[in-house]
């Protein structure tokens, strides 16, 4: 049975997305018509952004705005609420507080963001639109970022290129992630899978009273698409496999990520105790124990589950705290849903690229990448890997069997050789077995699929890697966003190039994802 963490919950983004009553005149002082918009919140104003090949159609953009209460106290661990509504107009010209996490994601990722200020008080989005009638019916494409359910951020970059060449509406937000997003007791005191109650949820009336909003963003109710990249593909799985998500959406697309991605976990209560005691909680009473951690500074968490990591990497799993069979965002693990035809009847667009593990990741995690990989070594990672998905089968005979498949038959004991059948292994478990997995299952019960691989990497990613990587993870966060026709640049300073391929590639992959929006 759903418990009242679940049930008792606000209207989700999407939802709020859907409560826009009216456009008011703009009122701008820049004089390029800056929008002023009422919410179910209150008013925001808005800015206005350009695309550098399209100077004269503008996007109007409005940043950081609540979509729930601030998930802190006693609202920690529980499902979203309602955030409460403002006086005069807010200014919507920035974006919000970045969710709790690892401060060491911001000295990972390679584009300049917004800023790096976290906060509990994370739950905003930012919507870009080209156009603001209520006729305009434009298609909605709703952007869940990636990163493990534990780092990530929701603005990351402007989606205003998307926005212009293919008159969509899109929408980015956060989400709570790591432990403040997915710890779980097991039972009703943590239920978990919070951050997908964020992303979006059926409060009980489906799109029914926020058809107005979308409308007013020049959105169409009827032709919102779920998209996401990493994480934020398995999160795009799982929406599709959850009963409250039904109806409010009506297409979906993942990247790089099915659900068996970032798989459920079995056992949640045994990670709950192992946060709560490095906490400091006493861990004998769940409730009690909940209710300690409730009272802990939203700082303390992305310390301690890293701590846990480092033990947890070491039997294989990426993960802290993934996600869990709830009882009522996942009445069981999504592929027994799936095989019960009872996913939502969206259609889907879902695939990978090439070489998922060719770089980012191997190259982290394995010392003297460039020399190249010994067989004990690939042996030891096959055996870990093994370990983690089977541990109660014959570990000897599968290492042996995935050995066989991965090798070079030309060159069995170079070393080079040897890392690259490395890549390949650990690309196919972690993205494409996951996503061929979830394709072949709703096509077999009769959902319209489309399974795509992307073999294109942006030219300043490819020159500075070996020859033989193709497409590496996340190559396609460059590409889907249209970077390549906005000013982004790097962590450090400086503008990304890119060159006219990157141009064309980037144009062709908009138009998939607009054509795919729109019709299907």
Known sequence: MPSEAHTVAAPSLLLLLLHLSSVVPATADNGEGVPV???????????VQYTNDLPNKPVYTFKGIPYAAPPVGDLRFRAPQPAAPWEGVRDASAVGPHCPQDPGFFAFWPTKLPHNDTDEDCLTLSVETPRLEKDAKLPVLLWIHGGG???????FVPFTSLSAHQDVVVVTFNYRIGALGFFSTGDENAPGNFGFLDQVRDSGNGLGPGEQMIRNFGGDPDLVTIFGESAGGSSVCYQVASPLSKGLFQRAISQSGGCQSIDVNPKPLERAVTLAEDLGCDVKDTAAMVDCLRKKPADDFAPAVQRMIMTLAAQGHMFAFPPVVDGAFLPAHPHELFDANQANPVDYLLGANNHEYGYIFTSYMVPGYEQGM??????????????????????????????????????????????????FAYGDQWYMAPTVLV????????????LYENQYGPSHLTANRPDWVGCDHADDVYIVPGMAFIDVFFRDGGLIPFSTDDKKVTLDMMAFWGNFARTG
């Open 374 to 423: 010994t067989e004990d070594t690939f042996v030891m990672m096959l055996r870990m890997l093994v370990g983690r998905l089977y541990p109660g089968g014959n570990q000897d005979s599968m290492v042996a069997a995935l050995r066989q498949v991965y090798r070079d038959d030309e060159n069995p004991d170079d070393p080079m050789a040897i890392l690259k059948q490395f890549t």
């Open 149 to 155: 359910l534990s780092v990530g951020v929701g603005y």
């Open 439 to 450: 394709a072949n299952k709703l096509a077999g019960v009769g959902q319209r699929v489309y």
């Open 37 to 47: 918009v009422s919410t179910a919140g209150g008013k925001v104003r808005g800015t």
